[in-house]
């Protein structure tokens, strides 16, 4: 089985852009599809991106995904930060029975 | 519409047992496949089990062999037995549905206390 990484935390400022790095420890990312999911406190967790880079019906333009093979991450990116995007991210993916979730990063909106 | 619901969790010994149930509403159970998602306290999402559309089933190494996920259509509700438990079994459980690739739908979770 792989292992998905994340940073522990990342802050900025309201209005601003962050992305959120995901690197898949063994094989190849391109090779499943990776999720993103958003937890807020004492909530249980939503999708906001599927499938790399689609959005559910609801989730703001502002939140995008990508993966890029050649660093083997995905990557979560949310422009024009706003106080509610303050959360817990995960990313998730998948091979041959096994259901991986990254480690989580904590989302700071100062 | 979708909703999931679990129950069944508690305080109990090491070595004990418990099960849990996610009953299902506004989708028939056996149409998707299921999973069991755990959280320990201030932790990460940990994926435990899944039982897909046609009955394959899956588990976590860690709990292989102690865990057993099963599913009721008759009630459409899944369950998850748990024992022997142990005391890094604490978290809160969750069920998510997955017909694809994500899990597009959570039920609220269930905190299981593992502690003498």
């Known amino acids: 089985n792989f292992m998905l990484t994340q940073p522990h935390s990342v802050s900025e400022s309201p209005g601003k852009t962050i992305t959120i790095s995901c690197t898949r420890s063994?094989?190849?990312?391109?090779?499943?599809?990776v999720q993103w999911y958003q937890q807020r406190p004492g909530s249980s967790p939503t999708t906001v991106i599927y499938?790399?880079?689609?959005?559910p019906s609801g989730v703001p333009g502002r939140f995008s995904g990508s993966i890029d093979p050649s660093s083997n991450s995905a990557s979560l990116t949310i422009s024009g930060l706003k106080t509610e995007d303050e959360a817990d991210y995960y990313c998730?993916?998948?091979?041959?029975?096994?259901?991986?979730f990254g480690s989580g990063t904590k989302l700071t909106v100062l | 519409e979708v909703q999931l619901v679990e129950s069944g969790g508690g305080l109990v010994q090491p070595g004990g047992s418990l099960r849990l149930s996610c009953a299902a509403s506004?989708?028939?159970?056996?149409?998707?496949?299921l999973s069991w998602v755990r959280q320990a306290p201030e932790k990460g999402l940990e994926w435990v089990s899944d039982?897909?559309?046609?009955?394959?089933?899956y588990y976590a190494n860690s709990v292989r062999g102690r865990f057993t996920i099963s599913r009721d259509d008759s009630k459409n509700t899944v369950y998850l037995h748990m024992n022997p438990l142990r005391p890094e079994d604490t978290a809160v459980y969750y069920c998510?549905?997955?017909?694809?690739?994500?899990?597009?739908?959570w039920g609220q979770g269930a905190l299981v206390t593992v502690s003498s």
């Open positions: 499938e790399d880079n689609q959005r």
């Open positions: 506004g989708y028939t159970v056996s149409a998707h496949s």
């Open positions: 998510a549905r997955h017909p694809f690739f994500d899990f597009d739908y």
């Open positions: 063994s094989g190849s990312i391109a090779s499943n599809y």
């Open positions: 998730q993916s998948y091979t041959g029975g096994v259901w991986v």
């Open positions: 039982i897909s559309a046609g009955g394959s089933i």
